[in-house]
């Protein structure tokens, strides 16, 4: 079993650490390097953290737009891909995805009610879901609704694409042990 996460964001931070202790190998992947030419990696997952589309943390947007073909390669191989709020408010946010994601921003706290035949549902696993922080909420007509509000707002969706799975969330918190040890690891690695 190969636990392996590359995770897009412009320095390492404590996030990092985390997925580290879950016994995960986990690299940085700048914006630098993932506009590079030359870059290459492989992985089990991807991550995109909370806040990518604001200005203020992160200038990772730009270059997710960039290589949206690289990531569609990458899903569509077998990989995992694992998507954050954006943090802004930006709907098209989620437009460097091989699939339809519209967001609306707003930071509050959530009753969520999750799908209980669904394997990403773990990502909350250990969490109080009458209470939990979202930055905002997502509207999709391709993405498969796993968890939403009291009133109907999604907050994490998942989307099949070739042979690999995107799973965007909302939830400001970070995801679970369980649910990482899950998703970031696999059998093989798929090339980036």
């Given amino acids: 079993m190969i636990c392996k996460a590359g995770i897009l964001w412009d320095t390492p931070q404590i996030f990092h650490r985390f997925v580290q202790d879950c016994g995960i190998t986990c690299e ?8 590079a030419p030359f870059f290459r990696g492989s992985y089990v997952a991807l991550i995109v953290p909370t806040g ?45 995805l091989p699939f339809d994601v519209r967001y609306s921003h707003g930071y509050q706290e959530r009753k969520v009610s999750l799908s209980t035949d ?11 879901c009458s209470t ?12 498969k609704i796993e968890g939403s509000t009291d009133k109907g707002e999604a907050i994490l969706l998942t989307h099949r694409v070739g042979e690999g ?21 696999g059998e093989n690695e798929v090339a980036f």
């Avoid at 799975?165 to 995801?175: C, K, L, N, R």
């Fill in 28 to 35: 940085v992947i700048t914006p630098h390097f993932l506009a």
């Fill in 52 to 96: 990518f589309a604001n200005r203020k943390y992160s200038v990772l947007l730009p270059v997710l737009r960039a290589k949206k073909d690289r990531i569609e390669s990458f899903l569509e191989r077998g990989g995992r891909l694992l998507v954050f709020g954006a943090a802004e408010v930006k709907a098209d946010a989620y437009d460097w």
């Fill in 118 to 128: 669904s394997s990403v549902c773990s990502l909350l696993e250990g969490y109080d």
């Fill in 132 to 143: 939990i922080p979202c930055d905002g909420t997502f509207c999709s007509d391709q993405g």
């Fill in 165 to 185: 799975i995107a799973v965007i969330t909302s939830v400001h918190e970070y995801p679970s042990r369980k649910f990482l040890r899950e998703f970031c690891c």
